[in-house]
């Protein structure tokens, strides 16, 4: 049973911006995750030997900031995705699921064209 059926004289639309952004998306996540973390890295790199409270303090807070710039930076590549998706999507072939006719809706309630054939 075929419950999409493709509409008959539908043109395609041409792509576009999406499928370039769509290509790039994996290595802007992979560069917006490999950043923060390299950039705690250097601070606990440069972190004196001795460690003080106030030193730890800091470095503890580089690195909750650096989650929370990852987690922002997930959230955002995942709407461009969605985004991206639902334009391409869009952008697709036509399909109709259940086609059927429609009464008139300048006069509610008349007959369809179906109506018509059955009565003859």
């Not at 930076?73 to 334009?87: D, K, S, Y």
Request: charged content about 15%; some cysteine.
């Amino acid at each position: 049973m075929n419950w999409l059926q493709r509409l008959p004289g539908f043109t395609r639309s041409a792509p576009g911006l999406e499928w370039a952004l769509w290509k790039k998306l994996p290595w802007i996540a992979l560069a917006g995750t490999a950043l923060p973390l390299a950039l705690v890295s250097l601070a606990y790199l440069a972190a004196p030997e001795i460690p003080t409270p106030a030193s730890e303090r800091a470095l503890t807070q580089w690195f909750y900031i650096a989650i929370g710039v990852v987690v922002l930076h997930w959230t955002l590549v995942l709407t461009a995705a969605i985004g991206c998706v639902i334009v391409m999507l869009m952008k697709g072939p036509a399909f109709v699921a259940d086609g059927f006719e429609v009464q008139h809706t300048d006069q509610p309630g008349s007959p369809t064209q179906d109506d018509m054939r059955e009565k003859n």
